[in-house]
């Protein structure tokens, strides 16, 4: 008999803003840890999350303007090879939800295709340090 204390948890779905990478791969500070301590519950299953491939441009750009190209392949290719991570699509359908996205609630085109890629991908948080989602009513935000 199965009682709900037994119950396996389902991870939430986890929507990771460019900037979870980019402390994690740049070590920043406490930011840094935070970061890798959530990459480490996604890796381990106890999360699930998405990104935009638009995510992987943010990230190989800021990592080689910081750490050099050998770090910012180092760092796209986990990306890619990141288990219980889905990296979606920025195609059409995103795009054209960006765009009322962008009427809505005046976000930048990024920001928008981000935003519009987590709506589409029924996540149950965006995890950013960024507040200018916040004022997203479709989104709950979740700090580091």
Not at 10 to 28: C, H, K, R
Not at 63 to 81: D, H, S
Not at 116 to 135: C, L, P, R, S
């Amino acid at each position: 008999m199965h009682t709900r204390k037994n119950w396996k948890r389902e991870p939430n779905v986890l929507y990771l803003d460019a900037n979870i990478f980019i402390f994690a791969a740049l070590n920043t500070e406490k930011e840094g840890a935070k970061a890798v301590a959530l990459l480490m519950k996604i890796q381990l299953g106890e999360e699930r999350a998405i990104t935009s491939a638009l995510t992987f441009d943010e990230v190989f750009w800021e990592v080689k303007k910081n750490r050099g190209i050998e770090k910012a392949l180092e760092t796209a290719e986990a990306m890619l090879n990141f288990p219980n991570l889905e990296i979606v699509s920025a195609d059409k359908e995103i795009a054209t939800l960006a765009i009322k996205i962008i009427k809505k609630y005046n976000l930048a085109p990024r920001d928008a295709l981000h935003t519009a890629t987590a709506i589409a991908g029924k996540v149950d948080y965006i995890v950013t340090t960024d507040a200018h989602f916040g004022k997203v009513k479709e989104l709950k935000l979740k700090g580091l």
